[in-house]
């Protein structure tokens, strides 16, 4: 299976936040969609892994960032590339916050959506989480990022590989599992972090 058929899936890109006590962290998804209409209700889609993920099964509520055409791949791999559980991802940052004191981002953001959980399902790598929005806030007329957008434009190109030196395995970038055999099947997901092949990095001998 080409995987790489499934970006043309229109998708947005989204910076998803939480707080549990005095705790906030956030990560980017890219699942979210409007199901309903009265009430307004909307689906999202973590990977089980994140610890977001974890915080919002606990808290109930968040804040959705939803990235515009202006973000730039600094503020994705800030929170989408590193953990909240090895870093204070809004550490040193000045950040705004809705109604639940769940800070959002106030730059690259062209709206914010409040919302509360009210079921949740485990879909195996994700949990989907169906939300009744309580507040939502437009912040500029930028276009929104799609995710077609981020994989052609936004995210860095990968490297040429090296041809003078053999390939003995793969990295991945988002959590350093490392695949030891020199060929990375095409339909491969990390046992850790549940990401593709895209996403992972020749290791060379």
């Known amino acids: 299976m080409d995987k790489k058929a ?73 929170f989408g590339m590193q953990s909240g559980r090895d870093v204070d991802k809004f550490g040193n940052m000045t ?34 989480f169906i939300a009744e929005v309580t507040d939502a806030m437009k912040l500029n007329d930028h276009a929104p990022l799609t995710y077609a957008d981020y994989q052609n434009r936004v995210k860095p190109k990968a490297e040429p590989k090296q041809a003078e030196r053999p390939i003995i395995g793969w990295r991945c970038k988002i959590c350093k599992f490392v695949y030891e055999e020199s060929e990375l099947p095409e339909d491969f997901t990390c046992p850790l972090c549940g990401h593709g092949p895209e996403d992972f990095e020749p290791i060379y001998g």
Not at 55 to 76: H, Q
Not at 102 to 118: D, E, M, N, Q, R
């Open 95 to 128: 950040i705004q916050k809705d109604s639940n004191g769940i800070p959002y981002l106030g730059w690259h953001t062209c709206a914010v959506i409040s919302a509360k959980v009210v079921s949740s399902e485990d879909l195996g790598t994700h949990t989907l």
């Open 6 to 78: 499934l970006y043309n899936l229109s998708y947005g890109v989204f910076m998803l936040s939480t707080k549990v006590g005095e705790k906030v962290n956030g990560c980017i998804t890219n699942t979210c969609m409007q199901v309903a209409a009265n009430p307004v209700r909307i689906a999202i889609s973590v990977l089980n892994t994140n610890l977001t993920c974890e915080m919002l099964r606990e808290s109930g509520v968040f804040a959705l960032s939803i990235l515009d055409e202006e973000c730039m791949y600094e503020t994705i791999r800030h």
